[in-house]
């Protein structure tokens, strides 16, 4: 608190100083210019510095002006002042945070030097937890903060957005062992500037468990939220703009003391999803990007409408309004991607057919087709001629062939058993009948399938086309015992 108070009675008398040598200037310049010298004095004489607190790997903020195309900072940084906090920025968040707001309090106050002056803090990434804890802190002690008029803030890729900020899509949950969750973003008393990429996932979040929307928001860390993604973004309106997601909102709210204080949000619309950007990043490395860009144009505007559905607000209209994450899709939400995929379906066909014709065809003949082809030139080439070599006879070698005496063994052949003859007994149909039915004694008279039996009984059907009954027979005993490899059963 002394340090504070200390400052503050510099900062005083700084601009004691400044109003008296502006009262001496605008008396002289009254004369001439009347009464509106001295607000004109100053205003030359105001200064607005930039304060930069770069991200994850960024110690030395070097980095910050280049976000946003310049339109914060001009590049290279000449005027206005550009003062970088130099912290750790390492993944140890909770204490480099801590490192960090102690450096950015004294940069806040050593620019503030007489009436007139403005600083804006700017935070990327990791830089955001030091500027958020610091509007925190000087909300937390008007009487020695800044004013409204004096500080402005601008968070980059910041995890304290209200609808897709981490920090707001968990505000119970430790998202990271190494820093405490610090909730969504809390209103101050200073004008804020919320900058983020769609599906940056620090900053645009799922808020439903929809797992292309959970993969895509992982590789956005690699496609959507390093330095890179946000170098090239031009917030401003007209030609030129970086195209956004919906419009950019402004959200006001009033402080006790009755100052109007103005949070804009805007979201920045990603192009090409990350879910294929690895895709698309091979195919490059690979030169095939001309080929391989119509099949993933093909289907990006469906995988879009599936993502989009893991979202609560593709249109940035309440960005303010801090939604925690949940595990149940909204049924309003699955009902209106299934009325939006036809339309992507479309889209996606449109897509591939302008980039295969855009591809034109191959330079290269078709291997099934030389007809056209250019003859080739070629310069005649001469075989020399080898001399013929002599053909030697090859002799003839006559090898004796031993012959083997094999030994002859007189094996005496045994008599053949001779057994007596059984007497033949006469059997009557008597005795027949004892060793089967009679009916086995009668011979069966050839059937042909269609003819009626001489019992009147109804035609047979037809199953071999007019063959007997007893071919047909033996043809399906036949097919059975191939497939089975078992003999028929006796009496087939």
Request: glycine fraction near 8%; proline fraction near 12%; charged fraction near 20%.
């Amino acid at each position: 608190m002394a340090k504070h108070r200390t400052q503050r009675q510099q900062r005083a008398r700084k601009a004691m100083l400044a109003s008296a040598a502006t009262a001496g200037m605008a008396g002289a310049l009254a004369i001439v210019q009347g009464t509106n010298a001295v607000d004109m004095l100053v205003q030359l004489t105001a200064t607005q510095t930039y304060i930069g607190i770069g991200g994850q790997g960024n110690p030395t903020s070097d980095r910050v002006p280049d976000k946003l195309n310049g339109t914060l900072v001009p590049h290279p940084v000449t005027t206005p002042p550009y003062v970088p906090i130099l912290y750790p920025a390492s993944l140890e968040l909770g204490k480099s945070r801590d490192v960090g707001v102690p450096l950015l309090d004294d940069a806040i106050n050593n620019s503030l030097n007489g009436p007139g002056d403005k600083v804006s803090v700017i935070g990327y990434s990791e830089g955001t937890l030091v500027a958020e804890a610091e509007r925190r802190k000087l909300e937390a002690d008007p009487s020695q903060a800044p004013t409204h008029d004096e500080l402005t803030f601008t968070q980059v890729a910041s995890p304290f957005a209200g609808n897709g900020g981490l920090f707001a899509r968990f505000p119970q949950v430790p998202t990271f062992i190494i820093v405490d969750n610090m909730g969504p973003g809390q209103p101050t008393r200073y004008d804020t500037h919320y900058y983020v990429n769609e599906y940056d996932p620090y900053g645009d979040f799922p808020a439903y468990f929809n797992p292309l929307a959970l993969a895509n928001s992982a590789l956005a860390v690699e496609y959507a939220h390093p330095d890179q993604y946000y170098d090239d973004k031009n917030p401003t309106v007209g030609p030129g703009a970086s195209p956004q997601l919906g419009e950019t909102r402004t959200v006001q709210h009033t402080e006790a003391d009755g100052t109007v204080v103005t949070d804009t949000y805007t979201v920045f619309y990603t192009d090409e999803l990350p879910l294929l950007a690895p895709i698309r990043q091979a195919a490059d490395a690979a030169s095939l990007g001309a080929y391989v860009e119509p099949g993933l144009d093909l289907v990006e505007p469906s995988l879009r409408v599936l993502i989009d559905m893991g979202y609560t607000d593709r249109t940035n209209a309440n960005p303010a309004e801090p939604t925690p994450f949940k595990l149940i899709t909204p049924p309003a939400n699955i009902i209106g991607a299934a009325q939006a995929l036809p339309a992507a379906i479309q889209l996606g066909i449109a897509d591939a057919k302008a980039d295969t014709q855009a591809i034109g065809p191959l330079n290269t003949p078709s291997p099934l087709n030389r007809s056209n082809a250019p003859a080739a030139t070629s310069l005649p080439v001469t075989t020399p001629k080898l001399p013929a070599l002599p053909t030697l006879d090859k002799p003839k070698v006559d090898v004796p062939k031993p012959e083997l005496d094999k030994p002859k063994v007189d094996v005496p052949k045994p008599d053949a058993m001779k057994l007596p003859k059984l007497p033949v007994l006469a059997r009557s149909n008597a005795q027949r009948s004892t060793f089967g039915p009679l009916s086995n004694l009668v011979p069966k008279p050839t059937v042909v399938a269609g003819d009626a039996p001489a019992s009147g009984k109804p035609a047979l059907p037809s199953f071999g086309g007019g063959k007997p009954a007893g071919v047909l027979h033996d043809v399906v005993g036949g097919l059975a015992k191939g497939l089975t490899d078992h003999p028929p059963a006796s009496g087939e």
